[in-house]
């Protein structure tokens, strides 16, 4: 299941997590993808690791930063530019 987040500037911010990808795809890692005016950015794996992670949730703070939070082992906490 997709967490979405909205910043003040309306680009839109998903997480998620899935196997397949990147260097372990046998593995539920975390995903990013980031939407502005102009598309879609290059999805990017946060957790690309050997280890399952899942369940991820997003938000925004004051300052447009955005965090994403995940149940699993080896990270977690990201911040995202």
Sequence with gaps: ?????VDSSD???VVWYGG?????PSRH???YLKR???GWLP???ISDINEINRFPS????????IHV????MGWDIAMLD
């Design 43 to 45: 999805r990017e794996s």
């Design 1 to 5: 299941v997709p967490a979405i987040a």
């Design 11 to 13: 680009n839109i911010h």
């Design 20 to 24: 397949g990808w990147d260097a372990y």
């Design 29 to 31: 890692n975390i995903k």
């Design 58 to 65: 997003i938000a925004v703070d004051s300052s447009d930063d």
């Design 69 to 72: 939070t995940w149940h699993g």
């Design 36 to 38: 502005s005016s102009t």
